[in-house]
């Protein structure tokens, strides 16, 4: 059986890592919890030693936004050495919650949404999250409404707005759904693909 390390920028991105694991590389486990540096600034502080893991121990899977930025031009800011074989970092655009949105009618239901309202191409919208947010506001189901949204201002996440999306993420996303509306999250999938290969 083989083993991997998942490094996530936020709890969302730890989540759909766990979830992109299991639903591609069934057999592979995390050889320890996944790691979640709560935040980009410490997970760029950290890549160099996640590369040498991958160079010498086992295998990185290391999930983060673009943030609007290019993919391509993250990857050449953030990596400024040789990238191993085994460390693989793969970025959601523009956010995470592009990801979870593109398994449409899971996402709908979970949220309790028409389907019909949720995005079909969630990378090209410019704030995901604040979309996840307008979703919420609708929502049918009034747990979601009051525990996503901030009770001070429903344009902002509330107390639970991770907690609804990773429980979404690990019990109702399917990979191989989502993957079909959004080209990063392909990638991603062909990505781990290789690795079961190798």
């Known amino acids: 059986m083989s083993s991997l390390v998942l490094v996530g920028e936020d709890d969302l991105c730890c989540a759909l890592g766990e979830q992109l694991i299991e639903q591609t590389l069934p057999?592979?486990?995390?050889a320890i919890a996944p790691i979640n540096k709560r935040g980009v600034t410490k997970l760029k502080a950290d890549l160099t030693r996640y590369m040498q893991q991958a160079?010498?121990?086992q295998p990185v899977l290391c999930v983060a936004d673009t943030d609007g930025a290019c993919p391509v031009t993250v990857r050449q800011e953030w990596l400024l050495q040789p990238v191993p074989q085994l460390f693989l970092l793969r970025l959601a655009v523009k956010e995470s919650e592009a990801w979870a949105m593109a398994d449409r009618s899971a996402f709908a239901s979970a949220l309790g949404v028409s389907v019909a309202s949720v995005p079909r191409d969630p990378e090209t919208l410019p704030d995901a999250k604040r979309e996840v947010l307008r979703l919420a506001a609708r929502s049918t189901k009034r747990r979601v409404k009051e525990e996503m949204l901030s009770l001070q201002d429903v344009s902002k996440p509330g107390t639970g707005y991770n907690k609804h999306l990773c429980a979404f993420v690990r019990?109702?996303?399917r990979a191989a759904v989502a993957r079909e509306a959004s080209a990063s999250l392909n990638r991603a999938?062909?990505?781990l693909e290789q690795l079961r290969a190798a």
């Open 27 to 30: 057999g592979w486990t995390l």
């Open 189 to 191: 999938i062909l990505a």
């Open 171 to 173: 019990q109702g996303w």
């Open 55 to 57: 160079l010498h121990v």
